[in-house]
């Protein structure tokens, strides 16, 4: 029995309880979150644009999405276009989901776990990127590309794929519907027109 607590309080002394620390450094985490969150909700809209730049600054995708997050659900238009906007011009890649075609187009079986996009320079004064699509092709490619484009609430996007045929040139045209979701409809020449979404916080 003496050796038992011996050897419960020799790695008491060894191996001390983190616990403590954990929760010290969770506490700090979460106020810095919230603290984003306050100011990103602040009555000055003026104010929540240049938060909003500053938490992409930080490279920090835990407070990019706490501000955006307190941003998408305000009920101020103009704060939610510029939500927008920041967001296709920051974001590395977006996924849609897609939704078959009533006759399920030749397409569909390539997007049909999502129609994945690749973006590069982003510009937040003009709310346009690159977007190169990976449909068929697993790495970007000029070929395969287009330009999207912020428009008040939406976005609009033209290029090519390649699809199961050969490329083809494809539209993009979707809304910010509830929250940080964007609805729309991807339609694709000879490929079909497809239903798609994404959050642009997933």
């Excluded at 909700?41 to 992409?56: F, K, Q, R, W």
């Excluded at 030749?106 to 049909?112: E, K, S, T, V």
């Excluded at 979707?174 to 497809?194: K, M, P, V, W």
Aim: charged content about 20%; proline content about 5%; aromatic content about 8%.
């Amino acid at each position: 029995m003496k050796k038992a607590f011996l050897f419960a309080a020799i790695l008491a002394v060894v191996s001390p309880p983190l616990p403590t620390a954990a929760q010290s450094n969770a506490a700090s985490i979460a106020a810095a979150l919230q603290s984003w969150r306050d100011a990103c909700s602040d009555p000055n809209p003026d104010l929540v644009i240049g938060y909003m730049t500053d938490a992409v600054a930080t490279g920090n995708i835990d407070v990019r999405k706490a501000c955006l997050r307190q941003v998408f659900a305000s009920d101020n238009v103009d704060l939610r276009s510029a939500a927008l906007r920041t967001t296709i011009t920051a974001l590395p890649r977006i996924r849609f989901r897609v939704s078959p075609e009533a006759k399920e187009g030749r397409l569909y079986p390539a997007i049909q776990t999502g129609l994945i996009f690749q973006a590069t320079d982003g510009d937040p004064v003009t709310g346009t990127a690159k977007w190169y699509t990976l449909v068929n092709n697993v790495e970007p490619s000029d070929d395969y590309s287009g330009t999207v484009a912020v428009l008040s609430a939406g976005i609009v996007w033209k290029g090519r794929i390649y699809g199961p045929g050969g490329s083809d040139i494809c539209n993009l045209s979707a809304d910010l519907a509830e929250g940080s979701r964007l609805q729309g409809i991807f339609h694709c020449g000879n490929y079909g027109t497809y239903a798609v979404t994404a959050d642009l916080l997933d």
